[in-house]
């Protein structure tokens, strides 16, 4: 593996890792709620560390500064979909807060950041080595949040008192699970692909002690979001007669899955009971329709209701062309990773497909693709990028073997093999 993909590897993870462990720590110590939930020391750690792991990862980036420059850049048009839904989201929320105006121009350099890299590293090293060296970075870190929430887990961190859902290292049960979504999928993508017996042996023992997570906090949408990213995983490797049986399974979990929000499903365990209110959807959808219905062109800029669901969300807070614009960069992006993936069978795009799938599933019941800087948005950053630089071009080719002759002369200048 050469320097610059284990880089990259290394700034992916810093974002990962900053983005999955934010320090709330300050700010659920005067929650009327959550302030009795208690964090484990390594992960208190982390959290504390976290912003300063956003800045080494945008440091360790200046390292392809000067490969940026030689990169024919062209207007993908995600990138510039991606850019507006920044500027409009920041904009919007700066008439009303102007902190959170900020922390959105701070997610958009993030995901410039992770675009630029991306585009760089393909080009000096080759599309294959980038996408696994990403494909690495989430694997390493579904690990490292399974591991360290497990620790918690066994020593009673993690919950409130009263509550049976793990909060986990999110502080949110639901958010919580759609990280251990993430991760899960990852390792599962690990146990399935071709490596050392050991090397699966390690993620399968993992991916289970995640399983077991997953089941504490008791989401619905965590465990919809795993199977569907499962699913996308598996597929390539099934025959056609289980392909249908598996799309009838699914849609017939689908349903079951809307039906359970009127369903009893503590049977599964105590964490999935909801008490006296089942339904903790519906009711959240409905109001934000109305008040979107209010303020339907422009949004709110901010919100304190419960956001089930990423275009509703989008809407209310940014307004129309926002929650447009952000419908369409899902969609593109699951589309494209998607039929990549359909070709590359046993190729890490199959595993950037899951996670695509499994986050455009899950922000049907979430708001979570709305957020400035969260997990899910960098997972998805990360997607996007990838799939950016996955065209066909010609003038690129060319550059690229320009390029990369440059850099694998400059190695055997100075010594070092790649």
């Given at each position: 593996m050469s320097r610059e993909i284990r880089l990259y590897t290394v700034i992916l993870l810093a974002f990962l890792i900053s983005a999955g462990f934010k320090n709330d720590i300050e700010a659920l110590g005067v929650s009327a709620y959550w302030h009795d939930l208690t964090t484990g020391p390594a992960i208190a750690v982390i959290k504390q560390s976290s912003v300063y792991l956003a800045f080494l990862g945008s440091a360790l980036s200046l390292y392809f500064?000067?490969?940026?420059?030689?990169?024919?850049?062209?207007?993908?048009?995600?990138?510039?979909?991606?850019?507006?839904?920044?500027?409009?989201?920041?904009?919007?929320?700066?008439?009303?807060?102007?902190?959170?105006?900020?922390?959105?121009?701070l997610g958009l350099l993030v995901f410039l950041n992770i675009y630029f890299v991306t585009g760089s590293c393909v080009v000096m090293l080759g599309y294959r080595e980038v996408v696994q060296a990403a494909a690495t970075a989430v694997q390493i870190f579904g690990a490292v949040l399974i591991l360290l929430n497990f620790v918690d887990y066994v020593s009673g961190h993690g919950y409130v008192p009263g509550n049976p859902r793990m909060f986990g290292s999110a502080s949110h049960p639901n958010f919580f699970a759609v990280q251990l979504a993430v991760a899960c999928s990852a390792l599962w993508f690990a146990v399935v692909s071709p490596r050392r017996f050991v090397v699966k042996i390690l993620a399968l023992f993992v991916l289970s002690l995640g399983c077991v997570?997953?089941?504490?906090?008791?989401?619905?949408?965590?465990?919809?979001?795993?199977?569907?990213?499962?699913?996308?995983?598996?597929?390539?490797?099934?025959?056609?007669?289980?392909?249908?049986?598996?799309?009838?399974?699914?849609?017939?979990?689908?349903?079951?899955?809307?039906?359970?929000?009127?369903?009893?499903?503590?049977?599964?365990?105590?964490?999935?009971?909801?008490?006296?209110?089942?339904?903790?959807?519906?009711?959240?959808?409905?109001?934000?329709?109305?008040?979107?219905?209010?303020?339907?062109?422009?949004?709110?800029?901010?919100?304190?209701?419960?956001?089930?669901?990423?275009?509703?969300?989008?809407?209310?807070?940014?307004?129309?062309?926002?929650?447009?614009?952000?419908?369409?960069?899902?969609?593109q992006t699951t589309a494209r990773v998607t039929s990549l993936s359909a070709s590359r069978k046993r190729s890490p795009e199959v595993l950037l497909a899951g996670l695509a799938v499994s986050l455009a599933v899950g922000s049907i019941f979430e708001g979570y693709m709305v957020d400035a800087f969260s997990l899910p948005v960098v997972v998805f950053q990360v997607v996007v990028a990838l799939t950016a630089f996955d065209l066909p071009d010609p003038r690129r080719s060319s550059r690229t073997s320009v390029v990369r002759k440059r850099v694998l002369n400059e190695r055997a200048l100075t010594g070092r093999t790649g």
């Amino acid at each position: 593996m050469s320097r610059e993909i284990r880089l990259y590897t290394v700034i992916l993870l810093a974002f990962l890792i900053s983005a999955g462990f934010k320090n709330d720590i300050e700010a659920l110590g005067v929650s009327a709620y959550w302030h009795d939930l208690t964090t484990g020391p390594a992960i208190a750690v982390i959290k504390q560390s976290s912003v300063y792991l956003a800045f080494l990862g945008s440091a360790l980036s200046l390292y392809f500064v000067k490969q940026a420059t030689e990169v024919r850049w062209r207007l993908n048009s995600v990138l510039i979909a991606v850019a507006l839904c920044s500027c409009i989201a920041g904009l919007r929320v700066s008439a009303v807060q102007p902190a959170e105006g900020f922390k959105a121009a701070l997610g958009l350099l993030v995901f410039l950041n992770i675009y630029f890299v991306t585009g760089s590293c393909v080009v000096m090293l080759g599309y294959r080595e980038v996408v696994q060296a990403a494909a690495t970075a989430v694997q390493i870190f579904g690990a490292v949040l399974i591991l360290l929430n497990f620790v918690d887990y066994v020593s009673g961190h993690g919950y409130v008192p009263g509550n049976p859902r793990m909060f986990g290292s999110a502080s949110h049960p639901n958010f919580f699970a759609v990280q251990l979504a993430v991760a899960c999928s990852a390792l599962w993508f690990a146990v399935v692909s071709p490596r050392r017996f050991v090397v699966k042996i390690l993620a399968l023992f993992v991916l289970s002690l995640g399983c077991v997570l997953l089941k504490e906090t008791g989401s619905r949408t965590g465990l919809l979001m795993l199977v569907s990213a499962l699913y996308v995983i598996t597929w390539a490797r099934l025959g056609l007669w289980v392909h249908g049986g598996l799309i009838a399974l699914g849609t017939l979990g689908l349903f079951f899955y809307v039906m359970s929000q009127g369903i009893e499903l503590s049977i599964l365990g105590e964490s999935f009971s909801r008490g006296e209110v089942q339904d903790t959807r519906t009711g959240a959808w409905s109001l934000m329709w109305s008040l979107i219905s209010e303020e339907p062109l422009w949004g709110y800029g901010i919100s304190t209701i419960r956001s089930e669901n990423s275009f509703l969300r989008g809407w209310l807070l940014y307004g129309f062309v926002y929650a447009f614009l952000s419908v369409a960069v899902i969609l593109q992006t699951t589309a494209r990773v998607t039929s990549l993936s359909a070709s590359r069978k046993r190729s890490p795009e199959v595993l950037l497909a899951g996670l695509a799938v499994s986050l455009a599933v899950g922000s049907i019941f979430e708001g979570y693709m709305v957020d400035a800087f969260s997990l899910p948005v960098v997972v998805f950053q990360v997607v996007v990028a990838l799939t950016a630089f996955d065209l066909p071009d010609p003038r690129r080719s060319s550059r690229t073997s320009v390029v990369r002759k440059r850099v694998l002369n400059e190695r055997a200048l100075t010594g070092r093999t790649g």
